[in-house]
C-alpha cells in the first residue's frame, strides 16, 4: 500500500515556473513507477510524465517535452515535476500516481497506475 499526497500547486504567471511535490508513503518506493497526470475542467485526465524505478528512464507527454522535467528521489521517498515556461493551457489539477505493475510501454496509461494521489491545482494565468 502508498500513499500519494502531492503539494505545490498554486497560481502563476504565463512563462513563469512551478515545482511540484509528490509525498509516498511505505518503504518499497523504489520499487514504483512513478507518473504524475493533469485534469483540466471539462477534459479527461491526461498523461504528463513518468519515470522509472531508478529513474534510469523518463517519458513526457508531447505537450511538455522540453518544459517539464521529472525527477525522484528514492531516498526521500519523492517524486517531482519541474514546470517551466508555463502556459495557460497547463492550467489543471496534477495528480501523482504509482505503478508496481507497468507494461512495457504503457507508462502513459493511467490504468497501469495503482495508487493515486488527491491532486494539486496548478493554474496559469495570460
Known amino acids: 500500500q502508498v500513499q500519494l499526497v502531492e503539494s505545490g500547486g498554486r497560481l502563476v504567471q504565463a512563462g513563469g515556473s512551478l515545482r511540484l511535490s509528490c509525498a509516498a508513503s511505505?518503504?518499497?518506493?523504489?520499487?514504483?513507477?512513478m507518473g504524475w497526470f493533469r485534469q483540466a475542467p471539462g477534459k479527461e485526465r491526461d498523461f504528463v510524465a513518468a519515470?522509472?524505478?531508478?529513474?534510469?528512464?523518463?517519458f513526457y507527454a508531447d505537450s511538455v517535452k522540453g518544459r517539464f522535467i521529472i525527477a525522484r528521489d528514492n531516498a526521500k521517498n519523492m517524486v517531482y515535476l519541474q514546470m517551466n515556461s508555463l502556459e495557460p493551457e497547463d492550467t489543471a489539477v496534477y495528480y501523482c500516481a504509482a505503478s508496481y505493475s507497468l507494461r512495457y510501454g504503457l507508462a502513459s496509461r493511467g490504468s497501469e497506475y495503482n495508487y493515486w494521489g488527491q491532486g494539486t491545482q496548478v493554474t496559469v494565468s495570460s
Open positions: 511505505g518503504r518499497t518506493f523504489s520499487s514504483y513507477t
Open positions: 519515470i522509472s524505478r531508478s529513474a534510469g528512464s523518463t
